[in-house]
């Protein structure tokens, strides 16, 4: 889609509560934003005790994401950015509503951890709001909450904590019945969820406080009747807290700024901001109206320019953990040699993959800062454990995937099943960064290897010059013990 020859991007946010579109064009450097969709969803209110999304639920998104398509019918995939937040992290039977949408709605969909949540929140928020002091940004959510302290573009320290108003209205207020005892159970709650990062975020510190989304935005919209201007002040919070017990129900709510789809999740939003706002010794905050769409807009337009942050938290893991950069380097050039002459044959597509190789190739080593024996394991952990800003849930799973299994033997049960990528598309992955990591093993630099090289659909044949091979006989012996690993992921490697 284009206006006056200005391209415009896209950013949908399918969070536990509503889903969000966003369209805004580039213009001097920034977004001017040209139409907003908000749909409620209840996503969250479909989860059940075991984390499985139920018919009903799914089907709502269905029905949104297909107006959704109809809006976005012009755009180019690559215009447009796609996020689910917490509801789809924890359902367990995502793939399933992965295939419904799919038939739907063509825009590829990234599920992104609570960090990767948090770290663009602060992002939508730093774009548009200046401070030159540290502040505190706040976002309370369907399912999760998200906190961050950062300072102008570079967050300090970010967390997504198991709360949010849908989750805490459905666990305290089901019924409708609003009493001072069940806010304070569900304030307790909040604050035994904020224990672990109170300290740290306490010393810190901070000289701002913004709070994003929708419950924050309703809240400061009663207490300053409709002027989002205002601070919203702890005090208030309280006297609506009492107000709502007088009322006795959420039907009887006599709050005129209250909408009311707002309603049924209006006193679990209010307990958690409560609770954030006593732990954190807050007398009052700031509404900010930009949030995780923005920073999804601003990450979009750094991709198509070419500044993926992915590559730069690749690059500062391998600095912190001393990474053989010549060694990485080498199998990256191996991976740019193989791949090419492999994708037709394995379907391997996605150019997304060969990136996916490369990265896990510059951090299958971070493991030897805890020991060289299981480096593979070490360095697997590690990856898993860390971070990531940037990368999606999938990309950070098979970045430890392929490090895992890089050497040593390979074990299919250890493998999780991934929500988008065939598990023959992994496996054949794994096997070909097994063979870079293998032709490097010696660290011999620019020394080639003579071989030829023929591929077909499940096999790969590999066919030595001269004597060379029997003049290499360990080399020779690692080639025959990998034939049995590759085996065992339903490929088969030829050597001669």
Not at 125 to 136: G, I, K, P
Not at 242 to 264: M, N, Q, S, V, Y
Not at 267 to 275: F, N, Q, V, Y
Request: overall charge neutral.
């Amino acid at each position: 889609m284009q206006t006056n020859d200005v391209t415009t991007y896209a950013a949908v946010d399918l969070g536990s509560n509503s889903f969000h579109l966003l369209l805004a064009r580039e213009v001097d450097g920034r977004f001017e934003v040209l139409h907003k969709e908000k749909q409620r969803v209840y996503l969250a209110a479909g989860l059940d005790a075991k984390n499985h999304l139920d018919d009903d639920a799914i089907e709502r998104a269905v029905n949104i994401l297909r107006q959704f398509a109809v809006t976005l019918a012009d755009f180019s995939p690559s215009n447009v950015k796609v996020v689910a937040t917490y509801t789809l992290r924890r359902a367990r039977n995502v793939k399933r509503f992965m295939q419904r949408v799919r038939a739907v709605f063509p825009f590829h969909i990234d599920i992104i951890s609570g960090q990767e949540e948090a770290r663009l929140i602060y992002q939508g928020v730093a774009q548009h709001v200046h401070h030159d002091e540290q502040r505190l940004v706040i976002d309370i959510g369907g399912g999760s909450t998200e906190l961050v302290i950062g300072e102008h573009h570079q967050h300090r320290a970010l967390s997504s904590r198991n709360m949010g108003c849908v989750s805490f209205s459905q666990q305290f207020f089901k019924d409708g019945k609003i009493t001072q005892k069940r806010f304070n159970r569900a304030i307790v709650r909040a604050e035994q969820e904020l224990e672990s990062i109170s300290n740290t975020f306490s010393q810190l510190g901070w000289q701002h406080v913004l709070a994003t989304s929708g419950t924050a935005k309703t809240l400061c919209a009663i207490c300053q009747e409709g002027d989002l201007n205002n601070p919203l002040t702890l005090e208030c919070l309280r006297k609506l807290m009492k107000t709502a017990c007088d009322a006795g129900h959420i039907e009887e709510l006599p709050f005129t700024e209250l909408p009311l789809e707002r309603r049924a999740t209006f006193c679990g939003g209010l307990a958690i901001l409560i609770a954030i706002m006593q732990n954190f010794a807050i007398d009052e905050l700031q509404y900010c109206d930009y949030s995780l769409r923005e920073g999804l807009l601003h990450e979009l337009q750094e991709k198509l320019s070419a500044k993926d942050i992915r590559q730069s938290t690749i690059e500062n893991l391998s600095q912190r953990y001393v990474v053989d950069t010549q060694h990485a380097a080498n199998i990256c050039t191996t991976l740019e040699w193989l791949y090419p002459q492999l994708k037709d044959a394995w379907h391997l597509d996605d150019p997304e993959l060969l990136s996916s190789l490369m990265w896990a190739a510059q951090l299958h080593e971070v493991g030897l800062s805890i020991n060289s024996s299981g480096l593979h394991k070490h360095s697997a952990y590690i990856i898993a454990n860390t971070q990531l800003p940037g990368f999606t849930q999938e990309q950070q799973r098979l970045l430890v995937m392929l490090i895992r299994f890089h050497r040593k033997k390979v074990k299919l049960r250890e493998m999780p099943e991934f929500i988008e990528l065939p598990s023959g598309v992994l496996y054949r992955l794994i096997a070909l960064f097994r063979l870079a990591a293998l032709l490097n093993r010696k660290r011999q630099g620019a020394t080639s290897t003579p071989f030829n090289l023929a591929v077909k659909a499940n096999s790969l044949h590999l066919s030595f010059k001269g004597r060379w091979l029997k003049e290499n006989s360990l080399f020779a012996a690692d080639l025959d013990a990998e034939q049995e690993q590759w085996k065992k992921l339903g490929l088969t490697l030829k050597v001669s």
